[in-house]
């Protein structure tokens, strides 16, 4: 007979059904129809809040970043299409997550190379590590890559990205909502037939347009469903983090945060995946929260630690960690004179757009988790 799993509680308006020859028979000749009796898996498939299998990860630049540096000795961006180190949560590797249904990798070329220009239904974000002279194509826009810019790739662009010959190595972070993409059953992918895309406005034109604050351009229509402001710089970023902490306290939970945002609707940057950028302020610790949606993390500027379910993570510039759906938070700056920086990526605007965003705060212990 067929190993059945049946799910059961003992709590009035769950599924307890206890196994008898008869249902065990029953069972077996549903699953010979492609059937099953919902009672025996309900409790599994509903549970009572969700159930990430993501795991609370770190990925240390110190640890990663030669790795990284190697790969450029065994594959060339010719033919790896791209030359990425992906990180691969370990609840997760099944779909190549970093955290839910989000993917990111860690992309290195040299002075010269080029990537195959190419499109796809999956939108993709990157987030600038180190190195000079990179720069992305989106749809005929070329933009200049500097350290901690944040760069759109919405879904259905042709975009490369390279790095003039003049330059030096560049490590960025990419990215994209495949996995969730891939969830959906709708993800297309092309290459470019010309193998490369021309520039056809004038370089950083996007930014400079779309990304005066409190200005919207003169004629500037935009109907896209994702931001006309491909990129944004971590200068004017960090600064309007700076005005904020002049006229406001922040959040106990989120510090002194940013979202970015698409300057014709004021939402999330791309339908799909959004980002923030928060600072803590010398010495401050966050209160701890959890909410629906996944969360990648990457430190952009200082260092110090964050409690996730308990466990501690101790991270610095330029290492990554994830917080999964509905895991405990909260982050604390090691620094009692240096401000600290996080960059985040998210899937809120599919939390928030499908009705699935909640939020809680840890009540007890003065709202800090106490460490497993
Ligand atoms: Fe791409
Ligand atoms: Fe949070």
């Given at each position: 007979m067929r190993e059945q799993?049946?799910?059961?509680?003992?709590?009035?308006?769950?599924a307890n059904v206890e196994d008898t020859p008869e249902l065990l028979a029953y069972y077996d000749d549903l699953h010979r129809h492609k059937a099953g009796a919902l009672w025996t898996v309900a409790n599994k498939i509903e549970p009572w809040e969700p159930q990430s299998t993501s795991e609370p990860t770190i990925w240390r630049y110190a640890d990663l970043r030669d790795h990284v540096l190697r790969s450029v000795d065994l594959v060339t961006p010719e033919k790896a299409g791209r030359r990425v180190i992906y990180l691969n949560n370990p609840g997760r590797s099944d779909v190549s997550a970093a955290v839910g249904w989000i993917?990111?990798?860690?992309?290195?070329?040299?002075?010269?190379e080029n990537a195959i220009a190419h499109r796809h239904s999956a939108s993709a974000i990157r987030f600038i590590m180190e190195g000079q002279g990179a720069f992305t194509v989106v749809d005929g826009h070329k933009m200049t890559l500097g350290?901690?810019?944040?760069?759109?790739?919405?879904?259905?662009?042709w975009h490369e990205h390279a790095v003039e010959p003049n330059g030096t190595a560049c490590i960025w972070q990419d990215g994209l909502d495949i996995p969730f993409v891939n969830a959906m059953e709708a993800n297309f992918f092309e290459v470019h037939p010309d193998l490369s895309t021309a520039v056809t406005h004038p370089v950083d034109d996007m930014t400079k347009t779309w990304g005066n604050a409190g200005l919207r351009p003169g004629g500037g229509d935009w109907?896209?469903?994702?931001?006309?402001?491909?990129?944004y710089e971590w200068d004017r970023t960090y600064e309007a983090l700076h005005s904020l902490v002049a006229s406001s306290d922040g959040s106990p939970f989120d510090a002194v945060l940013m979202h970015y945002m698409n300057?014709?609707?004021?939402?999330?940057v791309m339908q799909t995946l959004g980002a923030?950028?928060?600072?803590?302020?010398?010495?401050?610790?966050?209160?701890?929260?959890?909410?629906?949606?996944?969360?990648?993390?990457?430190?952009?500027?200082?260092?110090g630690h964050s409690i996730i379910n308990g466990k501690r993570f101790d991270w610095s510039e330029k290492d990554i960690f994830c917080v999964p759906s509905w895991a405990w938070h909260e982050h604390a700056n090691g620094s009692e004179t240096e401000t600290a920086c996080l960059f985040c990526l998210n899937d809120l605007p599919v939390m928030e757009k499908l009705g699935l965003y909640r939020e809680e705060a840890f009540g007890e212990n003065g709202g800090h988790q106490p460490l497993i």
């Open positions: 799993e049946n799910h059961r509680e003992d709590v009035a308006g769950r993917y990111a990798g860690l992309q290195i070329m040299h002075p010269g350290i901690n810019d944040f760069v759109l790739t919405p879904n259905g662009t109907d896209k469903g994702y931001s006309p402001m491909f990129k300057p014709v609707t004021s939402g999330h923030s950028m928060q600072m803590l302020r010398p010495g401050e610790t966050t209160k701890a929260h959890r909410h629906t949606g996944s969360f990648l993390y990457q430190v952009c500027r200082g260092a």
